[in-house]
């Protein structure tokens, strides 16, 4: 069974620009969450969709929206790029919303820089 | 706001040695992860628990909850190189969003 996948993989954006990142889950997965991993901060819930739905969101600024597809696949976007916004995004699958020990199954991750 | 905490943030340990890794979490909650990350990887599962009491092991790792003290553990046994990486505790207190811990980077010396 093939896991999660995300495109691209290494990303260098310049400070202003905006930046799409994919997500496929797992296959018959249809909860996606978007995390971002920072030395700083660490790792950080973005938001989560479920049947094209977004179930929760993290305490991010609204420059960072996302969204669902009919496949479950996901995109997240990034508009006015900010210095601070070099990270590692992750994406992480899980069959269904909200069941008690649904384990999370992360993706490799899009390593965003902007310079 | 849910706040999970680790310790300890750095472990050194040799090969052959025991050690345990606490996870302190702010907010009542009866669903816990453990995950590890190799560097420049993704997260990797380990344990889901789901109750008070509950105890997981794979290999030389074991994973333990205590809902009422708000406390998992994660006790490494004969540490070997192949465990060096970093663990991350992760509480799911909403059924949508999991808060994860600052990690403890482990390096097990020979």
């Known amino acids: 069974k093939a896991g999660v996948t995300q495109t691209p993989r290494y990303l260098i954006k310049t400070r202003g620009q905006q930046v799409t990142l994919s997500c496929s889950p797992i296959s018959g997965h249809r909860s996606v969450s978007w995390y971002?991993?920072?030395?700083?901060?660490?790792?950080q819930f973005l938001f989560e969709y479920f049947s094209e739905t977004q179930r929760n969101k993290g305490n991010f600024p609204g420059r960072f929206s996302g969204r669902q597809f009919s496949n479950s696949r996901s995109e997240m976007n990034v508009s006015t790029l900010e210095l601070g916004d070099s990270a590692l995004y992750l994406c992480a699958s899980r069959r269904l919303a909200g069941e008690r020990g649904e384990t999370q199954y992360f993706g490799p991750g899009t390593r965003l820089l902007v310079l | 706001e849910l706040k999970v905490e680790q310790n300890p943030l750095f472990l050194s340990m040799q090969?052959?040695?025991?050690?345990?890794?606490?996870?302190?979490?702010?907010?009542?909650?009866?669903?816990?992860y453990?995950?590890?990350?190799?560097?420049?990887?993704?997260?990797?599962?380990?344990?889901?628990?789901l109750s008070n009491g509950a105890?997981?092991?794979?290999g030389r790792l074991m994973a333990s909850l205590d809902t009422k003290a708000r406390l998992s553990t994660l006790h490494i046994t004969a540490a070997v190189h192949d465990l060096s990486a970093t663990y991350f505790c992760a509480v799911d207190w909403s059924g949508s969003r999991?808060?994860?811990g600052e990690g403890t980077q482990l390096t097990v010396n020979p």
């Not at chain 2, 052959?16 to 009866?30: A, L």
């Not at chain 2, 420049?40 to 344990?47: A, I, M, Q, T, V």
């Open chain 1, 36 to 43: 971002q991993q920072t030395p700083g901060q660490g790792l």
């Open chain 2, 15 to 32: 090969e052959g040695k025991n050690y345990t890794i606490y996870c302190n979490y702010s907010t009542t909650s009866d669903r816990l």
């Open chain 2, 34 to 49: 453990w995950y590890r990350q190799d560097p420049g990887k993704s997260l990797e599962s380990l344990f889901v628990l």
């Open chain 2, 55 to 58: 105890v997981k092991q794979e």
């Open chain 2, 98 to 100: 999991l808060t994860f």
